[in-house]
C-alpha cells in the first residue's frame, strides 16, 4: 500500500471519533463542484463529466479546488456514486442537462439475475484518483472516500436513472422482493469491496450516502436500506495500519428512524435540515457522532443571514460544541447556483463561532 505524508490537520477525524477537539470541523457535500468556475473551466477541459471524473489527475485537481479557496476541515473524492453500477455493465451515461442515465437498467428477472460484483480493476481509476489525491493533500486535511448505498443505487440500476417517484423500483420491492434483495445483496458486497480499496489507496475516512432511503416506508426502510448498509458496514475496513478509518452514513429523510441508523454500525451520522441537532444528540446519546445539518439554500441569503443560521445550527447542537462529535456541514449538497463568496461566510463562521462555543456563543 502507498504510504504518505503524516496529517496536520485532524481535527475532523478526531471529531469523528468523538475525541475532543478545538472547534467544530466543516466540510460541504458536493464541495467539488459546479458553483466553482475553476471546476467549470477543469469540466470543460475533460469534455465531459464521465471524462472528468475517470481521469485521475483532473479529479485530483478539483478534488483541491475548494481546499485552495475555503479553510475546509476535509477533502472527498470528486467521483460519482454511479462508478459501482458502471462497472457492473449498466452502461451508464450523463446526457447535458438530463442527469445520469443507463442503457441497460435492471428490469427483468434475466437481467437482475445475472448481476454480479463489479470486477474492481475496472475502478482503478478511482483508486488511482484516491492515492494521487492523497499525495496531492501532502497531510493538510483527511480525505474522504465514499460510496451510495446499495438501495440508493438499486434505485438508479432499476429506474434506469433519477425519478420522482420510484415507481418501477417500488414496484419490484413490493411485487418481487427476492430479486430486489439478489441486488441489494449484491450491492452491498460491491460497496463495502469498493471502500476497501479506497482505503487501502489511501482514503482516511468513508461516508455511505443513501441519497433515497427517504423514499421507503417505515419497515420497507429498514429491510430494503438499512439491513444493506448494515451488511455492507460489517464487511468495511475500518482501519489503515492501526489508525481508525471512521465512517459516516447518511439517509437523507432519515431524521424518523434515527436511533436504528446510529446502531448500525458507523460511527458518524449525518442529518438533512429537517432534524433538530440538539433532540438528535439527546436521541444517539454517545453512540454515534453527528454530521450536519444547514439548510444549502441559506447560502443564497446575505452574509449576516449565513452566520446567524450558522450561530443557530452550533446552538442548536449545544455547549460543549466542539470536543462532543459534531462535524459542520451542509443538511444535503451544495447548489451549483450557490455564490462562492457565501462558502467563505459559511467556514467562517463556523470557526468563529465553534472556537467560541466552550464559553459563550
Known amino acids: 500500500m502507498p504510504t504518505f505524508s503524516p496529517l496536520k490537520n485532524d481535527t475532523f477525524l478526531r471529531a469523528l471519533l468523538r ?4 472547534y467544530t470541523p466543516v466540510w460541504l457535500m458536493r464541495q467539488a463542484g459546479r458553483y466553482l468556475p475553476e471546476y467549470r473551466a477543469t469540466r470543460a477541459r475533460a469534455g465531459s463529466f464521465l471524462g472528468l471524473a475517470k481521469n485521475p489527475e483532473l ?15 476535509a477533502a472527498i473524492l ?9 462497472a457492473m455493465g449498466l452502461g451508464l451515461s450523463f446526457a447535458e442537462g438530463e442527469g445520469p442515465r443507463f442503457a441497460r437498467p435492471l428490469r427483468d428477472e434475466q437481467a437482475v439475475l445475472a448481476l454480479r460484483e463489479p470486477d474492481l480493476s475496472s475502478l482503478q481509476y478511482v483508486f488511482d484518483a484516491v492515492t494521487q489525491i ?9 480525505l ?9 443505487l438499486a434505485c438508479y440500476m432499476v429506474e434506469g436513472g433519477g425519478s420522482d417517484d420510484f415507481r418501477t423500483v417500488k414496484a419490484m420491492l413490493y411485487s418481487r422482493p427476492d430479486l430486489m434483495h439478489h441486488i441489494l445483496k449484491t450491492n452491498a458486497a460491491a460497496v463495502a469491496a469498493y471502500l476497501n480499496a479506497q482505503v487501502d489507496a489511501g482514503a482516511q475516512a468513508l461516508m455511505i450516502f ?10 420497507a426502510y429498514q429491510r430494503f436500506s438499512l439491513d444493506y448498509m448494515r451488511a455492507a458496514i460489517r ?11 471512521p465512517l459516516i452514513v447518511f439517509t437523507k429523510g432519515g431524521g424518523l428512524w434515527l436511533e436504528e441508523i446510529a446502531g448500525c454500525g458507523a460511527d458518524a451520522v449525518g442529518l438533512d435540515w429537517t ?45 460543549p460544541g466542539a470536543a462532543s462529535g459534531h462535524v459542520f456541514n451542509l443538511g444535503h449538497g451544495i447548489s451549483q447556483f450557490t455564490p462562492p463568496e457565501a462558502v467563505t461566510t459559511l467556514v467562517d463562521a463556523v470557526h468563529e463561532f465553534s472556537r467560541a462555543l466552550p464559553k459563550q456563543l
Open 19 to 22: 475525541q475532543p477537539t478545538e
Open 59 to 73: 479529479a485530483t485537481e478539483v478534488t483541491l479546488q475548494p481546499l485552495d479557496r475555503y479553510p475546509l476541515d
Open 78 to 86: 470528486f467521483s460519482d456514486i454511479l462508478t459501482v453500477p458502471d
Open 134 to 142: 492523497r499525495t496531492a493533500l501532502d497531510g493538510r486535511v483527511p
Open 144 to 152: 474522504i472516500g465514499f460510496s451510495g448505498s446499495p438501495w440508493t
Open 210 to 219: 443513501d441519497t433515497w432511503g427517504g423514499a421507503l416506508a417505515d419497515g
Open 235 to 245: 464487511q468495511t475496513k475500518r482501519e489503515r495500519d492501526g489508525v481508525p478509518v
Open 275 to 319: 432534524v433538530n441537532l440538539g433532540k438528535a444528540r439527546e436521541r444517539v446519546g454517545q453512540q454515534v457522532a453527528l454530521q450536519g445539518n444547514l439548510d444549502p439554500t441559506i447560502l443564497f441569503a446575505g452574509p449576516q443571514q449565513i452566520r446567524d443560521e450558522v450561530r443557530a445550527v452550533l446552538q442548536s447542537y449545544g455547549q
